[in-house]
């Protein structure tokens, strides 16, 4: 995680919550519990690896202390409470902004930074699940907050707006992903051919929209998969957010 001189010299971090200060390596475990061969990097991958085995219903402190070979109390050294494991976990697996397209005009730019996060989210089912109550405070998160400022640079919109657009374009790729990982595990469990389904209920008058959308084939995925299907549509509404930025910019 990163050392605590990345943040400025001159703000006291004092006041900080203590899962803002331990994601940013400015305040180390305390003195309670084993020291040998386990550490805050270790039992936040650990909570990560059960997350993504079991989901964020499975994770517990106890689940956890298991999957290191520890005892429960011995976590508390490095943690206070499982929602503060959370907010690491969040931050650790969402990672760095990588690979993303860094020339080129704004819309190119943000639409790679919004892809980015999307494919960064959707790589742990569990991340759309985490409780958003507060802005970003983790590197990790304010990186990718920071990448997609950037990617506005040369808009000449105001910093306000551009704050703005980055964060409606964020929680539209969260909402995005966390419809996604809703329809497939509905997909899994019920197996549900709507193609098929949907024209044994509903009538022709009554439905007319509906059933001209059904024949239309709007809800077959062709010869895709689902994972591919999802992105696909995730583009397409993605696209239209960026068309209506590219009036906001005057572009």
Known sequence: MPPSNDLPDDRSTATLPKAVRLAWGIEEPGTRGPRKGLSLERVVDAAIEVADAEGLAGLSMSRVAKQLGFTTMSLYRYVDSKDDLVELMADRAIGQPSGLVVSGGWRDRLESWALG??????AHAWWPEVTISAPPTGPNNLAWLEAGLQSLADTGLSEDRKLQV?????????GRAR???????????EQVDYARLLPLLLDEKRFPALRAAIEGGAFDAGDEDDAHWLEHDFRFGLDRMLDGIERLTGG
């Open 179 to 189: 419809f996604a990982l809703d329809l497939e595990r509905s997909a899994k469990a």
């Open 117 to 122: 996060e999307y494919r960064a989210v959707r």
């Open 166 to 174: 980055v964060l409606n374009v964020s929680l539209f790729v969260i």
